[in-house]
């Protein structure tokens, strides 16, 4: 035992014991191992304390268990120290914990069976692990395929990979995978599709080959070998199908829990269907074949669908219906046979009852006579050299011969079903080479083990030695290879095993000897076997209890073979003339077709095709070299021959090998059982590897990488620059023994357990630095915390003696504090006392003093109230009396009144009745009369002056009679008020005794009134209490309603926002889908168009080798590729193609009419998808307005409010402008000092607008009360809402109130109008008088201006006309330069310069449009001046001299017109002609050289180019020529990139071209949504005559093929840098340490390249952008191109990622995130921060974070799951399943962990896709982008030979 050795049985070294139930148990040494030891001190992982004895012979110890931090790797010979237990746990690990079932040993890949669909065998896996090395990515069954398919490409070697494992372990799966994998990444070649014939033979095989078994529902019964074969550029073109050992036996007899093959039971669930009723079949229960397992149903199979799989496989396949139909009536035929009864007629005989409706089924199925086959049933007959006999035989040899007769004609349909399906796969092509996939079955031992498994377990013998001679011949040579030295390794050798079986006088030569004995029998041929084996060779064995029985030592474990049965099965007889009853089938000729067959197709080996051979083979016999003999070769000897071949090929080949393991026998999914595992390893070679492997030197690095791992233990004297010579220094002083390890040439080799040592020493070392580390900054935490504790010390002293000496101080100062307290305190108390006496004294007193006043006051109170009382009562007593004598007063005077006026009239009669009386006396009166006359005369005179002293005092007397008058009236009215004063006495005296009565009433009344307001008023006050708590109850709810409705609002805006974002985010998604889908709809048209194109061409060239010469094309001939040619080459390939066309058109009408089928269908979704593209976008934009409609309605009051503010405004600012406008026009037209005085129209304007603002004032005041009365009456209203039942309070009336503030207001405001009026017109003066003063100074500039022109003018005059345009020319532009440079130093302000800049670029149109019509002009003239001159030349005028004559005149406009095309108007046209088409699209697409034009010429010429042809074709209204120049442009840039589509520079120029000629197609094309971008003369160049809005969606689609083009010519130069560049090159050196893994790199298919780093890519990027800037790219266009690239450089490093153990680290997270910020530093060095690259980076910069953060707790668990919201759940939990630790002191991510997460993500709705799709291209837009290039200003380099082009 060696020094290193006894260095790692320390104590806590774990080591692994033996256990029974789980093969090996892990335990820790609990003290150190010492020499001589005859035990060891474990501890187990539970605790549990063991003492392991050592054998006492060997002193053998444990297996060591490697360190943790090799636990789960990808490579078994990557572990430390090789042993079985370590390979059984590093399995289980990674199986049960991180749920990986591919792991690598050495050369093989070992799957185990997870029975669970698992989603890493997509077609985005197979693209991940395409073009990648084996070692690169984790272990999985497409590695090994890509090995294989690379190896075939670069060694030209053919390849095989080999699928074993027992029953169930997934063989068929993984072989199916691989057929998968080829059929994906090769291709195929022709419109066959190979490659989904070769995946559909896999269901026919199933079904005819497959049966459930009690290890597995789908197990494969037969083993394939099935060539795929490859034409010169490795895609397939066939495959070929060989088939070994059927299980026929199968077919009659089913074990418990088992099934007939699936075929039989697909017929019976479908006997239902129509065309299968003459099938007269049934349930599978109703046949003995189909129900002796009892088991006829698989759970989660559905047979009827499965049944529908198969015939559309064999459809595909070619296949017909009748063919199918006949396939199903022969298998029903055998299902109707195994229902035949056979009866005993006696011992000797049987019987078949009499119409058997079995019998009759089967016989009608297959044609034959009932009588015949019911008769060669029951007997055979029997030849001799003379005679033939026909015997009865018994019952039980009858039902032998009926099972015989079922299995043979199963065998031959199985037999033709391959040969057919080879058919189908076979192709003409020449193969260049061919990988083998070879689903063999593997080693099997049961209870009873028969012929069969003897024959598995032979072929796997011979498949085993191969396997050990490939192991032991690649470690050889990889030590050769490095030229190390080394010695055989010894391995086991199973030779012997194979010649006990298969060697002169072996197990098969003396059972076929056997069969040919005529009395033969298995207890003689087991005889034969003891006789001649037992006693020569140790692995042949006989039972101890069995005389029938005998075991061979294979080299997985003894088996025993029952000998019962291994004649009959080697012999597989069958009754000759029951073959030949079938053969006399007339009705059913596909039952003779197979065994017809079966005579033809005899193989080299004499095999027969229903011996379970192969079905075809490569060399066809000679059909007279066959005899009857090679028919009766027994089974044995046929499967011989055929293994012998089938080792022959592998041995011809590379093998590829992978082990499927069972992981248990229940089919539970992630289970794992030990001792199956171990069984099965066993068994099936991995260990032999691993023996193989530890025997050499299975630890293997190269010396950077030992360099860079054990750089610490390394002292910095041994570092030497060369590294080589420093590791030989290293290890030679860490390692002794110089046989532990070699140095190679590239390589450092090591023993097993090597590494592990030096990794603990390693770890030593780190561990002794890290507590060194620990040490030292643990002393100076410690003395920092110490001097950090001296400090607080020193000032907790300092701050406590202070705080003493402040409390000694406060204790002073409070001490004569409280004295003085005291002091005050007692002189206040006795004042308080002294007070509280007086005011005691005087309150007494006055209480006395008060209540003789009140007594007083009481006593006056009464007295003066009973005064009172009698005044009032005396009153109404001396009133009553006065009333009385005054009514008898007036009663009496009335009385006397009346008696008075009755005097009055008697007096009156009697004085009427006396007037006759004095008549009578007067009669002799007149007399009297005439002298009284007189005597009056005199009286009137004397009577006139009494009249007039009458008449004053008349006067005088008015006065008083109406004086006397009044006073009348007066008393009058007194009168009546006395009179109304009685009668309102008498009645208030009524009155007053009802108010008496009523006074008592009321008195009682009002006393229960009180007492009920009294009782009521308690009521109320208890109500309005309960009301008021109920009040604030409901105020309280109010508040918490209206805080809920604020919050419903709020909640219900927020929805609708996020519903209404959710929705137009659909609409964008929706509408992105559509332009993805019809991008790739167009994609798939170009590859049908290209796949077209290529057949085309190889038509052309078999018709160009078949028939030389050349035939002149047809003018009329026209299509996409062949209707421009422009040299020999094209032109004899277009003809060959026609040639080819009209030759072979009976040959290719069905692809021909596929593709235009197809070609049509793209047509229609390519419409299709425009429609819905169209119908998206209306329906984005309705829900856009929808949208906006809702904002406004939701906005609607606050809108509302602010548009009649915003119109009350305007009209405001309207009014004050028209004023403002009229005090100006004032102000303007008066300039007199006395513009301003009273009078003048200004004052009279300011007057108006005083009075018009005080009418507004008014106006508003009114309007400002109206709205401030209604807001008061809507507060009362809402206020008693709220308030409900509280009191009501009087309002104050706010109007009466307010009304003195609001004229104050209104005053004030009219004064500040006046000063504001004011203020306003002093400033106006100001300004005019700037004005004025302004344009003084200007106008003496202009006329200094003037002056200055007028003397330029006069000297322009002197020059001539050329020379004048242009002097005047250059004098503008100067004058306009110095005015703008006076502008720019004059005018800080931005919004001047802007201004100024925009004032002299109008200047500058203005003067380009003067040069132009003055150009205009000069050339009319010229012209004129031409035509003056011809006139005066032909009419012949004379000279003279002295004379200028008229020729001279026309000689200096001619010499000024030698250049014409300088002179002439050019309208920006090209012309051309008709049959220069094709040299303008050869020079200008297909010769033109992308580099010249973008270093040289303007970007995008070439479009101008043709878009100046393509107008002057619009121009001249010529449809044709328009829709041929279109053509062929379209045409000539496909051939150019079909031609060049590699190249970058190539797609790029042309996708710039493109997209710039679209953008003139709609710049040009006369829609106002596109003119309004151009100038008044870009819209004089519009298209006039034709509407090319179609071909714009034509060239649209091309350039969308362009881009997708130029994305694929990107990503194939960028992927073989993203891997390299973003994940393996240290961008931080240092960071990423070494792991020790030792891991074996695979053999790289591929020449290495060198290592791209991150700025490789940051490079590339830079020439992908500085070359699409050269080239004119459009800019959104770039920022679509970036976004793409950075999309497929996170996509291709996550999806690496996900694949790669070694990548999932620590440091890894921190490259890739330093990674991430380079490129996203290089996007803002670009101005590209906007265009939504970066957050394609989004996944890959969490995945970086989820390997940094950390990963323990719940909190951990959360904060990913927040974290990582761009990652899948999928790849999430890979992240976390393949993060490996780089170093012992990382920790490994638990399980429970990993559940956590898991159990978090459960309801995420994601897709459980785990890679990203690399080939997903963004939908590409183009936005118009229009050119402000004047098409007139084009120049035509000669570079570009268009000469013939002129210009118009």
Same mark, same amino acid.
């Given at each position: 035992?060696?020094?290193?050795?006894?260095?790692?049985?320390?104590?806590?070294?774990?080591?692994?014991?033996?256990?029974?139930?789980?093969?090996?148990?892990?335990?820790?040494?609990?003290?150190?191992?010492?020499?001589?030891?005859?035990?060891?001190?474990?501890?187990?992982?539970?605790?549990?304390?063991?003492?392991?004895?050592?054998?006492?012979?060997?002193?053998?110890?444990?297996?060591?268990?490697?360190?943790?931090?090799?636990?789960?790797?990808?490579?078994?010979?990557?572990?430390?120290?090789?042993?079985?237990?370590?390979?059984?746990?590093?399995?289980?690990?990674?199986?049960?914990?991180?749920?990986?079932?591919?792991?690598?040993?050495?050369? !093989?890949?070992?799957?185990?069976?997870?029975?669970?669909?698992?989603?890493?065998?997509?077609?985005?896996?197979?693209?991940?692990?395409?073009?990648?090395?084996?070692?690169?990515?984790?272990?999985?069954?497409?590695?090994?395929?890509?090995?294989?398919?690379?190896?075939?490409?670069?060694?030209?070697?053919?390849?095989?990979?080999?699928?074993?494992?027992?029953?169930?372990?997934?063989?068929?799966?993984?072989?199916?995978?691989?057929?998968?994998?080829? /059929?994906?990444?090769?291709?195929?070649?022709?419109?066959?599709?190979?490659?989904?014939?070769?995946?559909?033979?896999?269901?026919?095989?199933?079904?005819?080959?497959?049966?459930?078994?009690?290890?597995?529902?789908?197990?494969?019964?037969?083993?394939?070998?099935?060539?795929?074969?490859?034409?010169?550029?490795?895609? #397939?073109?066939?495959?070929?199908?060989?088939?070994?050992?059927?299980?026929?036996?199968?077919?009659?007899?089913?074990?418990?829990?088992?099934?007939?093959?699936?075929?039989?039971?697909?017929?019976?669930?479908?006997?239902?269907?129509?065309?299968?009723?003459?099938?007269?079949?049934?349930?599978?229960?109703?046949?003995?074949?189909?129900?002796?397992?009892?088991?006829?149903?698989?759970?989660?199979?559905?047979?009827?669908?499965?049944?529908?799989?198969?015939?559309?496989?064999?459809?595909?396949?070619?296949?017909?219906?009748?063919?199918?139909?006949?396939?199903?009536?022969?298998?029903?035929?055998? +299902?109707?046979?195994?229902?035949?009864?056979?009866?005993?007629?006696?011992?000797?005989?049987?019987?078949?009852?009499?119409?058997?409706?079995?019998?009759?089924?089967?016989?009608?199925?297959?044609?034959?006579?009932?009588?015949?086959?019911?008769?060669?049933?029951?007997?055979?007959?029997?030849?001799?050299?003379?005679?033939?006999?026909?015997?009865?035989?018994?019952?039980?040899?009858?039902?032998?011969?009926?099972?015989?007769?079922?299995?043979?004609?199963?065998?031959?349909?199985?037999?033709?079903?391959?040969?057919?399906?080879?058919?189908?796969?076979?192709?003409?092509?020449?193969?260049?080479?061919?990988?083998? !996939?070879?689903?063999?079955?593997?080693?099997?031992?049961?209870?009873?083990?028969?012929?069969?498994?003897?024959?598995?377990?032979? /072929?796997?013998?011979?498949?085993?030695?191969?396997?050990?001679?490939?192991?032991?011949?690649?470690?050889?040579?990889?030590?050769?290879?490095?030229?190390?030295?080394?010695?055989?390794?010894?391995?086991?050798?199973?030779?012997?095993?194979?010649?006990?079986?298969?060697?002169?006088?072996?197990?098969?030569?003396?059972?076929?000897?056997?069969?040919?004995?005529?009395?033969?029998?298995?207890?003689?041929?087991?005889?034969?076997?003891?006789?001649?084996?037992?006693?020569?060779?140790?692995?042949?064995?006989?039972?101890?209890?069995?005389?029938?029985?005998?075991?061979?030592?294979?080299?997985?474990?003894?088996?025993?073979?029952?000998?019962?049965?291994?004649?009959?099965?080697?012999?597989?007889?069958?009754?000759?003339?029951?073959?030949?009853?079938?053969? /006399?089938?007339?009705?059913?000729?596909?039952?003779?077709?197979?065994?017809?067959?079966?005579?033809?197709?005899?193989?080299?080996?004499?095999?027969?095709?229903?011996?379970?051979?192969?079905?075809?083979?490569?060399?066809?016999?000679?059909?007279?070299?066959?005899?009857?003999?090679?028919?009766?070769?027994?089974?044995?000897?046929?499967?011989?021959?055929?293994?012998?071949?089938?080792?022959?090929?592998?041995?011809?080949?590379?093998?590829?090998?992978?082990?499927?393991?069972?992981?248990?026998?229940?089919? +539970?999914?992630?289970?794992?059982?030990?001792?199956?595992?171990?069984?099965?390893?066993?068994?099936?070679?991995?260990?032999?590897?691993?023996?193989?492997?530890?025997?050499?030197?299975?630890?293997?690095?190269?010396?950077?990488?030992?360099?860079?791992?054990?750089?610490?233990?390394?002292?910095?004297?041994?570092?030497?620059?060369?590294?080589?010579?420093?590791?030989?220094?290293?290890?030679?002083?860490?390692?002794?023994?110089?046989?532990?390890?070699?140095?190679?040439?590239?390589?450092?080799?090591?023993?097993?357990?090597?590494?592990?040592?030096?990794?603990?020493?390693?770890?030593?070392?780190?561990?002794?630095?890290?507590?060194?580390?620990?040490?030292?900054?643990?002393?100076?935490?410690?003395?920092?915390?110490?001097?950090?504790?001296?400090?607080?010390?020193?000032?907790?002293?300092?701050?406590?003696?202070?705080?003493?000496?402040?409390?000694?101080?406060?204790?002073?100062?409070?001490?004569?504090?409280?004295?003085? #307290?005291?002091?005050?305190?007692?002189?206040?108390?006795?004042?308080?006392?002294?007070?509280?006496?007086?005011?005691?004294?005087?309150?007494?007193?006055?209480?006395?003093?008060?209540?003789?006043?009140?007594?007083?006051?009481?006593?006056?109170?009464?007295?003066?109230?009973?005064?009172?009382?009698?005044?009032?009562?005396?009153?109404?007593?001396?009133?009553?009396?006065?009333?009385?004598?005054?009514?008898?007063?007036?009663?009496?005077?009335?009385?006397?009144?009346?008696?008075?006026?009755?005097?009055?009239?008697?007096?009156?009669?009697?004085?009427?009745?006396?007037?006759?009386?004095?008549?009578?006396?007067?009669?002799?009166?007149?007399?009297?009369?005439?002298?009284?006359?007189?005597?009056?005369?005199?009286?009137?005179?004397?009577?006139?002056?009494?009249?007039?002293?009458?008449?004053?005092?008349?006067?005088?007397?008015? @006065?008083?009679?109406?004086?006397?008058?009044?006073?009348?009236?007066?008393?009058?009215?007194?009168?009546?008020?006395?009179?109304?004063?009685?009668?309102?006495?008498?009645?208030?005296?009524?009155?007053?005794?009802?108010?008496?009565?009523?006074?008592?009433?009321?008195?009682?009344?009002?006393?229960?009134?009180?007492?009920?307001?009294?009782?009521?008023?308690?009521?109320?006050?208890?109500?309005?209490?309960?009301?008021?708590?109920?009040?604030?109850?409901?105020?309280?709810?109010?508040?918490?309603?209206?805080?809920?409705?604020?919050?419903?609002?709020?909640?219900?805006?927020?929805?609708?926002?996020?519903?209404?974002?959710?929705?137009?985010?659909?609409?964008?998604?929706?509408?992105?889908?559509?332009?993805?889908?019809?991008?790739?709809?167009?994609?798939?048209?170009?590859?049908?168009?290209?796949?077209?194109?290529?057949?085309?061409?190889?038509?052309?060239?078999?018709?160009?080798?078949?028939?030389?010469?050349?035939?002149?094309?047809?003018?009329?001939?026209?299509?996409?590729?062949?209707?421009?040619?422009?040299?020999?080459?094209?032109?004899?390939?277009?003809?060959?193609?026609?040639?080819?066309?009209?030759?072979?058109?009976?040959?290719?009408?069905?692809?021909?009419?596929?593709?235009?089928?197809?070609?049509?269908?793209?047509?229609?979704?390519?419409?299709?998808?425009?429609?819905?593209?169209?119908?998206?976008?209306?329906?984005?934009?309705?829900?856009?307005?929808?949208?906006?409609?809702?904002?406004?309605?939701?906005?609607?009051?606050?809108?509302?409010?602010?548009?009649?503010?915003?119109?009350?405004?305007?009209?405001?600012?309207?009014?004050?402008?028209?004023?403002?406008?009229?005090?100006?026009?004032?102000?303007?037209?008066?300039?007199?000092?006395?513009?301003?005085?009273?009078?003048?129209?200004?004052?009279?304007?300011?007057?108006?607008?005083?009075?018009?603002?005080?009418?507004?004032?008014?106006?508003?005041?009114?309007?400002?009360?109206?709205?401030?009365?209604?807001?008061?009456?809507?507060?009362?209203?809402?206020?008693?809402?709220?308030?409900?039942?509280?009191?009501?309070?009087?309002?104050?009336?706010?109007?009466? +109130?307010?009304?003195?503030?609001?004229?104050?207001?209104?005053?004030?405001?009219?004064?500040?109008?006046?000063?504001?009026?004011?203020?306003?017109?002093? /400033?106006?003066?100001?300004?005019?008088?700037?004005?004025?003063?302004?344009?003084?100074?200007?106008?003496?500039?202009?006329?200094?201006?003037?002056?200055?022109?007028?003397?330029?003018?006069?000297?322009?005059?002197?020059?001539?006309?050329?020379?004048?345009?242009?002097?005047?020319?250059?004098?503008?532009?100067?004058?306009?330069?110095?005015?703008?440079?006076?502008?720019?130093?004059?005018?800080?302000?931005?919004?001047?310069?802007?201004?100024?800049?925009?004032?002299?670029?109008?200047?500058?149109?203005?003067?380009?449009?003067?040069?132009?019509?003055?150009?205009?002009?000069?050339?009319?003239?010229?012209?004129?001046?031409?035509?003056?001159?011809?006139?005066?030349?032909?009419?012949?005028?004379?000279?003279?001299?002295?004379?200028?004559?008229?020729?001279?005149?026309?000689?200096?406009?001619?010499?000024?017109?030698?250049?014409?095309?300088?002179?002439?108007?050019?309208?920006?046209?090209?012309?051309?002609?008709?049959?220069?088409?094709?040299?303008?699209?050869?020079?200008?697409?297909?010769?033109?050289?992308?580099?010249?034009?973008?270093?040289?010429?303007?970007?995008?010429?070439?479009?101008?180019?043709?878009?100046?042809?393509?107008?002057?074709?619009?121009?001249?209204?010529?449809?044709?020529?328009?829709?041929?120049?279109?053509?062929?442009?379209?045409?000539?840039?496909?051939?150019?990139?079909?031609?060049?589509?590699?190249?970058?520079?190539?797609?790029?120029?042309?996708?710039?071209?493109?997209?710039?000629?679209?953008?003139?197609?709609?710049?040009?094309?006369?829609?106002?949504?596109?003119?309004?971008?151009?100038?008044?003369?870009?819209?004089?160049?519009?298209?006039?005559?034709?509407?090319?809005?179609?071909?714009?969606?034509?060239?649209?689609?091309?350039?969308?093929?362009?881009?997708?083009?130029?994305?694929?010519?990107?990503?194939?130069?960028?992927?073989?840098?993203?891997?390299?560049?973003?994940?393996?090159?240290?961008?931080?050196?240092?960071?990423?340490?070494?792991?020790?893994?030792?891991?074996?790199?695979?053999?790289?298919?591929?020449?290495?390249?060198?290592?791209?780093?991150?700025?490789?890519?940051?490079?590339?990027?830079? @020439?992908?952008?500085?070359?699409?800037?050269?080239?004119?790219?459009?800019?959104?266009?770039?920022?679509?191109?970036?976004?793409?690239?950075?999309?497929?450089?996170?996509?291709?490093?996550?999806?690496?990622?996900?694949?790669?153990?070694?990548?999932?680290?620590?440091?890894?997270?921190?490259?890739?995130?330093?990674?991430?910020?380079?490129?996203?530093?290089?996007?803002?060095?670009?101005?590209?921060?906007?265009?939504?690259?970066?957050?394609?980076?989004?996944?890959?910069?969490?995945?970086?974070?989820?390997?940094?953060?950390?990963?323990?707790?719940?909190?951990?668990?959360?904060?990913?799951?927040?974290?990582?919201?761009?990652?899948?759940?999928?790849?999430?939990?890979?992240?976390?399943?393949?993060?490996?630790?780089?170093?012992?002191?990382?920790?490994?991510?638990?399980?429970?962990?990993?559940?956590?997460?898991?159990?978090?993500?459960?309801?995420?709705?994601?897709?459980?896709?785990?890679?990203?799709?690399?080939?997903?291209?963004?939908?590409?837009?183009?936005?118009?982008?229009?050119?402000?290039?004047?098409?007139?200003?084009?120049?035509?380099?000669?570079?570009?030979?268009?000469?013939?082009?002129?210009?118009?």
């Amino acid at each position: 035992m060696n020094q290193e050795l006894y260095y790692m049985f320390v104590k806590l070294a774990r080591v692994w014991i033996p256990d029974a139930e789980e093969v090996w148990k892990s335990a820790a040494l609990t003290k150190n191992y010492e020499d001589g030891d005859g035990s060891l001190q474990l501890a187990l992982e539970d605790g549990t304390n063991l003492e392991h004895k050592l054998d006492p012979k060997t002193k053998n110890l444990p297996y060591l268990r490697n360190p943790d931090i090799l636990v789960g790797e990808n490579d078994l010979t990557a572990l430390s120290y090789l042993h079985e237990p370590a390979v059984l746990h590093n399995l289980k690990v990674r199986f049960i914990d991180s749920k990986l079932i591919y792991t690598y040993c050495g050369i !093989v890949l070992v799957a185990i069976n997870p029975y669970e669909s698992l989603p890493i065998y997509g077609s985005d896996i197979i693209n991940a692990y395409s073009g990648q090395n084996m070692g690169d990515m984790d272990p999985h069954i497409f590695a090994v395929a890509e090995e294989a398919y690379k190896q075939m490409a670069r060694d030209e070697r053919n390849q095989s990979i080999i699928v074993s494992g027992e029953s169930g372990a997934g063989k068929t799966v993984s072989a199916k995978y691989a057929m998968r994998y080829f /059929a994906t990444v090769s291709g195929t070649t022709s419109e066959a599709n190979v490659e989904q014939k070769v995946l559909a033979s896999n269901p026919i095989m199933e079904a005819i080959g497959n049966a459930k078994t009690t290890r597995n529902d789908n197990s494969s019964r037969f083993g394939k070998y099935i060539e795929i074969g490859f034409d010169p550029r490795y895609r #397939i073109i066939g495959a070929n199908m060989r088939t070994y050992l059927l299980e026929k036996s199968r077919v009659v007899f089913q074990a418990d829990e088992e099934r007939n093959y699936h075929i039989f039971y697909q017929l019976c669930a479908s006997a239902h269907l129509p065309e299968l009723k003459d099938l007269r079949l049934g349930s599978a229960n109703d046949f003995l074949y189909t129900r002796q397992g009892r088991s006829p149903v698989i759970e989660g199979v559905d047979d009827t669908k499965e049944l529908s799989t198969t015939r559309h496989a064999f459809t595909l396949l070619g296949v017909n219906e009748s063919y199918q139909m006949g396939l199903f009536q022969v298998l029903a035929a055998i +299902l109707h046979l195994g229902n035949v009864e056979v009866k005993d007629r006696d011992s000797d005989s049987s019987v078949i009852p009499p119409n058997n409706s079995h019998l009759t089924a089967f016989c009608e199925l297959v044609g034959v006579s009932y009588q015949d086959m019911s008769h060669w049933l029951c007997h055979r007959k029997l030849r001799t050299a003379t005679e033939t006999y026909i015997k009865t035989v018994p019952r039980l040899q009858a039902v032998n011969s009926r099972d015989a007769l079922a299995k043979h004609v199963y065998a031959k349909l199985f037999s033709w079903i391959v040969e057919h399906v080879n058919k189908a796969l076979v192709t003409n092509i020449k193969q260049r080479s061919f990988i083998g !996939v070879l689903d063999i079955y593997g080693f099997e031992t049961f209870e009873i083990n028969s012929f069969e498994q003897f024959c598995i377990n032979y /072929a796997n013998e011979k498949l085993q030695q191969q396997f050990n001679m490939h192991v032991f011949k690649l470690e050889q040579e990889e030590y050769m290879r490095e030229e190390i030295p080394w010695t055989l390794i010894d391995f086991y050798d199973n030779q012997p095993c194979i010649n006990l079986i298969e060697a002169k006088m072996g197990v098969l030569d003396l059972l076929d000897e056997e069969c040919k004995m005529p009395k033969g029998s298995d207890e003689s041929w087991a005889q034969k076997l003891y006789n001649t084996h037992l006693k020569t060779c140790s692995l042949f064995q006989k039972p101890r209890l069995s005389n029938r029985a005998f075991i061979i030592q294979h080299f997985a474990d003894k088996v025993e073979y029952q000998c019962e049965g291994f004649l009959e099965k080697n012999k597989d007889t069958v009754n000759e003339e029951q073959i030949n009853v079938l053969k /006399a089938s007339k009705k059913f000729p596909l039952l003779v077709e197979l065994f017809q067959d079966g005579e033809k197709a005899v193989s080299p080996t004499g095999q027969p095709q229903g011996a379970g051979g192969r079905t075809r083979l490569s060399v066809k016999p000679d059909k007279g070299r066959t005899s009857s003999r090679e028919h009766k070769k027994t089974v044995g000897c046929q499967f011989r021959n055929s293994l012998q071949m089938l080792m022959d090929t592998l041995n011809a080949t590379t093998p590829h090998y992978v082990r499927c393991i069972k992981p248990n026998d229940f089919k +539970l999914a992630f289970s794992f059982d030990p001792m199956r595992a171990v069984q099965q390893l066993r068994a099936c070679g991995v260990l032999e590897t691993i023996r193989i492997s530890a025997a050499g030197f299975p630890s293997r690095w190269t010396y950077q990488e030992f360099y860079s791992r054990y750089r610490v233990l390394m002292k910095q004297k041994d570092v030497l620059q060369d590294k080589r010579l420093t590791c030989r220094n290293v290890l030679e002083f860490l390692v002794q023994d110089q046989d532990k390890y070699q140095f190679g040439k590239t390589k450092i080799f090591f023993r097993a357990g090597q590494v592990a040592y030096l990794e603990k020493l390693r770890s030593d070392k780190l561990r002794v630095a890290c507590v060194r580390i620990q040490k030292t900054i643990r002393c100076w935490l410690a003395r920092k915390k110490f001097l950090r504790q001296r400090r607080s010390a020193i000032t907790i002293q300092r701050f406590t003696r202070g705080f003493q000496a402040r409390c000694l101080a406060k204790f002073m100062r409070r001490t004569s504090a409280a004295t003085t #307290i005291q002091k005050y305190q007692r002189m206040c108390v006795a004042r308080r006392r002294y007070r509280q006496k007086q005011a005691a004294a005087l309150a007494m007193q006055t209480i006395l003093r008060a209540y003789m006043a009140r007594q007083k006051y009481r006593a006056l109170l009464r007295e003066s109230k009973a005064v009172v009382i009698q005044k009032h009562a005396r009153g109404l007593l001396a009133r009553r009396r006065f009333k009385r004598c005054l009514r008898a007063i007036v009663y009496l005077q009335c009385c006397l009144r009346r008696m008075r006026a009755r005097w009055e009239l008697k007096k009156l009669k009697i004085e009427a009745r006396s007037v006759e009386h004095f008549k009578k006396l007067n009669i002799g009166m007149e007399n009297k009369i005439m002298q009284l006359q007189r005597r009056i005369d005199e009286q009137n005179n004397n009577h006139r002056a009494t009249v007039d002293k009458l008449a004053t005092l008349e006067a005088g007397h008015a @006065a008083d009679s109406e004086r006397m008058r009044v006073e009348v009236t007066r008393l009058r009215g007194v009168e009546e008020d006395a009179r109304n004063n009685a009668n309102r006495a008498n009645s208030l005296q009524g009155e007053l005794e009802r108010l008496k009565k009523e006074l008592a009433t009321t008195q009682k009344e009002k006393k229960t009134i009180e007492d009920w307001a009294t009782k009521y008023r308690d009521e109320m006050e208890k109500m309005v209490s309960e009301l008021k708590s109920q009040n604030g109850l409901l105020k309280s709810e109010k508040d918490d309603l209206n805080r809920m409705i604020q919050e419903q609002r709020q909640q219900m805006t927020e929805q609708m926002a996020r519903a209404i974002a959710e929705e137009t985010q659909q609409l964008e998604t929706d509408l992105n889908e559509e332009r993805s889908r019809y991008q790739n709809l167009l994609t798939e048209h170009l590859r049908l168009e290209e796949k077209h194109d290529d057949l085309k061409e190889e038509m052309a060239l078999s018709s160009n080798t078949s028939r030389p010469g050349h035939r002149r094309t047809d003018s009329t001939h026209s299509s996409n590729e062949s209707e421009y040619t422009y040299n020999s080459e094209y032109a004899e390939a277009d003809e060959g193609s026609r040639v080819s066309e009209d030759s072979g058109r009976g040959m290719d009408t069905n692809l021909t009419l596929k593709l235009q089928k197809r070609l049509g269908e793209l047509e229609q979704d390519k419409q299709q998808l425009r429609d819905e593209l169209e119908n998206k976008e209306e329906l984005f934009q309705r829900a856009r307005a929808r949208d906006d409609v809702e904002h406004k309605k939701a906005r609607g009051a606050e809108l509302e409010y602010e548009s009649l503010k915003r119109q009350e405004l305007e009209s405001e600012n309207k009014k004050l402008k028209h004023n403002l406008a009229e005090m100006r026009q004032s102000l303007l037209g008066n300039q007199a000092t006395g513009a301003g005085a009273p009078g003048s129209p200004a004052y009279k304007v300011l007057l108006d607008q005083l009075n018009s603002s005080s009418e507004e004032l008014d106006v508003r005041k009114e309007e400002v009360l109206i709205l401030r009365s209604q807001l008061v009456s809507q507060k009362e209203a809402t206020h008693h809402k709220e308030t409900m039942t509280e009191p009501t309070h009087h309002v104050v009336d706010v109007s009466k +109130l307010k009304d003195t503030d609001e004229i104050k207001q209104a005053y004030v405001g009219l004064k500040d109008t006046n000063r504001l009026l004011e203020s306003q017109l002093q /400033a106006q003066r100001r300004s005019y008088d700037n004005e004025t003063e302004g344009l003084r100074s200007e106008l003496q500039n202009v006329k200094e201006e003037n002056n200055r022109q007028q003397q330029l003018l006069a000297q322009n005059l002197q020059l001539p006309p050329e020379a004048r345009i242009e002097a005047s020319l250059q004098h503008e532009i100067t004058r306009l330069t110095n005015e703008n440079l006076e502008i720019l130093t004059d005018n800080q302000d931005p919004t001047a310069s802007r201004e100024a800049r925009v004032t002299i670029l109008r200047r500058m149109v203005d003067l380009m449009e003067q040069l132009e019509k003055q150009d205009k002009t000069i050339r009319k003239l010229k012209k004129q001046l031409k035509v003056y001159s011809k006139r005066i030349g032909e009419m012949g005028v004379g000279q003279t001299e002295g004379q200028t004559s008229p020729g001279q005149m026309v000689d200096e406009p001619v010499r000024a017109v030698s250049i014409p095309r300088r002179e002439k108007d050019f309208q920006g046209m090209l012309e051309y002609k008709r049959q220069d088409e094709l040299k303008l699209v050869k020079n200008l697409i297909l010769e033109l050289k992308p580099r010249g034009v973008a270093v040289n010429l303007i970007p995008g010429l070439p479009a101008y180019i043709l878009f100046m042809c393509l107008r002057h074709a619009d121009y001249v209204n010529d449809d044709e020529k328009v829709r041929t120049l279109l053509a062929s442009t379209i045409n000539c840039i496909k051939k150019i990139l079909k031609k060049r589509g590699d190249d970058f520079e190539t797609v790029s120029f042309w996708l710039a071209n493109t997209c710039r000629f679209l953008h003139c197609l709609k710049q040009y094309s006369g829609d106002e949504v596109f003119m309004k971008h151009n100038s008044a003369r870009q819209n004089e160049h519009c298209l006039s005559n034709f509407d090319l809005a179609e071909y714009r969606q034509v060239i649209s689609d091309l350039a969308i093929q362009i881009y997708q083009q130029l994305i694929k010519c990107m990503e194939n130069i960028l992927q073989a840098m993203i891997v390299s560049g973003m994940l393996e090159h240290e961008t931080i050196q240092g960071v990423s340490g070494v792991k020790p893994t030792g891991l074996r790199k695979r053999t790289s298919s591929i020449a290495d390249e060198g290592m791209y780093t991150l700025e490789s890519i940051l490079r590339q990027l830079g @020439a992908f952008h500085s070359t699409m800037c050269q080239h004119g790219t459009d800019p959104e266009l770039i920022k679509q191109v970036v976004k793409q690239q950075f999309y497929i450089i996170g996509a291709v490093t996550l999806n690496n990622l996900l694949l790669r153990k070694d990548m999932c680290s620590w440091s890894k997270g921190m490259q890739i995130r330093y990674n991430v910020s380079q490129l996203e530093e290089w996007l803002r060095d670009k101005n590209l921060m906007a265009c939504g690259a970066k957050e394609t980076l989004e996944p890959l910069i969490q995945a970086a974070q989820l390997l940094q953060v950390k990963k323990k707790t719940d909190e951990d668990a959360e904060a990913i799951c927040s974290m990582c919201h761009a990652l899948t759940t999928a790849q999430i939990v890979k992240v976390l399943n393949l993060y490996t630790p780089v170093n012992e002191f990382e920790e490994r991510v638990s399980v429970s962990f990993i559940r956590t997460i898991q159990t978090r993500l459960r309801g995420r709705c994601e897709s459980p896709q785990l890679l990203m799709d690399t080939k997903v291209i963004y939908p590409v837009t183009f936005p118009f982008n229009p050119s402000a290039l004047a098409l007139e200003t084009i120049q035509i380099p000669s570079s570009l030979n268009l000469g013939f082009l002129v210009r118009v």
